[in-house]
């Protein structure tokens, strides 16, 4: 089993910044393909950026793409977000998640975080 937890969410007006972290411990090679997502209240939970483990390859869903950057550090076993530039409509329960079962775009993956809350005033 994988355990994820998600922290650094807040309250940040528009324009500033915030820095996800999400903690993996247990089984971290299932931790190969970690991703975040987000949901704002009545929408469904939406693909944010995800990373790879040895290529370092990363993706971003275009409304965030020059914004936000997805990182890992290898020794602490954790993927970070670094969200700049935050707009009102960034607003959100933002997940972690690990292992995707199919396109990684979907939220259909193994492991999920509990995720933690993001608020952007304008």
């Known amino acids: 089993q994988l355990q994820l937890v998600e922290s650094g969410g807040g309250l940040v007006q528009a324009g500033g910044s915030l820095r996800l972290s999400c903690a993996a411990s247990g089984h971290t090679l299932s931790s190969n393909f970690m991703a975040w997502f987000r949901q704002a209240p009545g929408k469904e939970r939406e693909f944010v950026a995800a990373?790879?483990?040895?290529?370092?390859?990363?993706y971003y869903a275009d409304s965030v793409k020059g914004r936000f950057t997805i990182s890992r550090d290898y020794a602490k076993n954790t993927v970070y977000l670094q969200m700049n530039s935050l707009k009102p409509e960034d607003t959100a329960v933002y997940y972690c998640?690990?292992?995707?079962?199919?396109?990684?775009?979907?939220?259909?993956?193994?492991?999920w975080g509990q995720g933690t809350q993001v608020t952007v005033s304008s």
């Open positions: 998640a690990a292992a995707p079962t199919g396109d990684y775009r979907r939220d259909e993956y193994d492991y």
């Open positions: 990373i790879t483990r040895i290529t370092r390859n990363t």
